[in-house]
């Protein structure tokens, strides 16, 4: 079984940064589109960036300028380095792989992480 797990959440002042991290585990073949998305209270879970096995790389205009997703495919990670960060970023930001393959030739679709919440305040 494929799973995700996020870490790197915290509280950050207005102007801060926080690095987000997603390590994949289950005897991966392949990972294809990996991606970050948050949901604050009360709102729908929206993307905020992906960054396909190639590394083509797509930013929601919100964030565009300020964060950055990155990954590493030998350790079947990514990251989201997260700078000038606003109260707006405030959320639960989620990983999710569109598509994975294991060694045993299973596939599975729209793997989800648990979710690290990310708290923007003075």
């Known amino acids: 079984q494929v799973q995700l797990v996020e870490s790197g959440g915290g509280l950050v002042q207005p102007g801060g940064s926080l690095r987000l991290s997603c390590a994949a585990s289950?005897?991966?073949?392949?990972?294809?589109?990996m991606g970050w998305y948050r949901q604050a209270p009360g709102k729908q879970r929206e993307l905020v960036a992906a960054i396909t096995s190639g590394g083509s790389t797509n930013y929601a205009d919100s964030v565009k300028g300020r964060f950055t997703i990155s990954r590493d495919n030998a350790k079947n990670t990514v990251y989201l380095q997260m700078n000038s960060l606003k109260p707006e970023d405030t959320a639960v930001y989620y990983c999710n792989t569109d598509r994975a393959v294991t060694t045993a030739g299973h596939r599975y679709l729209e793997v989800w992480g648990q979710g690290t919440l990310v708290t923007v305040s003075s």
């Open positions: 289950g005897s991966i073949l392949r990972i294809y589109v």
